[in-house]
C-alpha cells in the first residue's frame, strides 16, 4: 500500500537558516504529492503540490521537487523565519485513491 | 469564504455518552472526509464520502458512523464515547478524487472523553 516516510522532528533552527524536511514514499503509479502546514490550534493548509515526475511545486518561499527515481519530495526554504513555525506534514494520493496518505509530521521551531 | 467550518471546537465527554460532530462545506466539493489526529501517529482516516448518499470506511472506523444526506454537510457520530476515542478531529473536503485535488481542512474538534 501507499505509504510517505517523514525526518523525525522536532527541528529547532535560527532565524535565517536553510531547512530541509525530508520526505520519501512508497506508492503505486505516479502520485501527486502535497506538503501541507499546521499552525498552533489550527486545521492543516496546503502550502505547495507537485503532479508530476521533476515538477516543482513553490509557496512562500517554500519549494519542494518531485523526484521520482528516488520516491522523495523533500521541503526546503532558503531562510526561515520565526513565523514558519508549525507542523509539517508531507501527503501523496495515488490514482484511483479515496484518500490522502499522510506522513507523520514534522514539528519545526524557528528561533529568533 | 467559510471554506469548511467543524463545531464544536472543544467538547468534553463521559464515558458512554453520544454526540456529533458537525461539519460543513460551501465549496460545492463532492469528497468529504473525517481524520483524527493522535500525537506520533498522523493523521488516520476515520471514514469518507464521495458524494450525498455514499460513504465508506477509513482506515480507523470503529466506533464512529457518518451519513451524507446533502452535498454541504457530513456529520460524525460517537455512539457511546471511550477514553480511547480522545482526540484531534479534522473534517476535509475535496472537490474531486483526481490525484491532484488537494484536501481543505476544517479547524479541528478537540474532544477528550473522562
Known amino acids: 500500500g501507499d505509504s510517505v516516510t517523514q525526518m523525525e522532528g522536532p527541528v529547532t533552527l535560527s532565524e535565517e537558516a536553510f531547512l530541509t524536511i525530508n520526505c520519501t514514499y512508497t506508492?503505486?503509479?505516479?502520485?501527486?504529492l502535497f506538503w501541507y502546514v499546521q499552525y498552533p490550534g489550527e486545521g492543516l493548509q496546503l502550502l505547495l503540490k507537485?503532479?508530476?515526475?521533476?515538477d516543482k511545486g513553490s509557496n512562500k518561499g517554500f519549494e519542494a521537487t518531485y523526484r521520482k527515481e528516488t520516491t522523495s519530495f523533500h521541503l526546503e526554504k532558503g531562510s526561515v523565519q520565526v513565523s514558519d513555525s508549525a507542523v509539517y506534514f508531507c501527503?501523496?494520493?495515488?490514482?484511483?485513491?479515496?484518500?490522502?496518505?499522510f506522513g507523520s509530521g514534522t514539528q519545526l521551531t524557528v528561533l529568533p | 469564504n467559510a471554506g469548511v467550518t467543524q463545531t464544536p471546537k472543544f467538547q468534553v465527554l463521559k464515558t458512554g455518552q453520544s454526540m456529533t460532530l458537525q461539519c460543513a462545506q460551501d465549496?460545492?466539493?463532492?469528497?468529504m472526509s473525517w481524520y483524527r489526529q493522535d500525537p506520533g501517529m498522523g493523521l488516520r482516516l476515520i471514514h469518507y464520502?464521495?458524494?450525498?448518499?455514499?460513504?465508506d470506511q477509513g482506515e480507523v472506523p470503529n466506533g464512529y458512523n457518518v451519513s451524507r444526506s446533502t452535498t454541504e454537510d457530513f456529520p460524525l457520530r460517537l455512539l457511546s464515547a471511550a477514553p480511547s476515542q480522545t482526540s484531534v478531529y479534522f473534517c476535509?473536503?475535496?472537490?474531486?478524487?483526481?490525484?491532484?485535488?488537494?484536501?481543505?481542512f476544517g479547524n479541528g474538534t478537540r474532544l477528550t472523553v473522562t
Open positions: 476535509a473536503s475535496s472537490y474531486s478524487t483526481e490525484t491532484n485535488s488537494p484536501l481543505h
Open positions: 506508492a503505486t503509479g505516479y502520485p501527486s
Open positions: 507537485a503532479t508530476k515526475a521533476d
Open positions: 501527503a501523496l494520493r495515488s490514482r484511483g485513491a479515496r484518500q490522502l496518505t
Open positions: 465549496m460545492n466539493h463532492e469528497y
Open positions: 464520502s464521495v458524494g450525498a448518499g455514499i460513504t
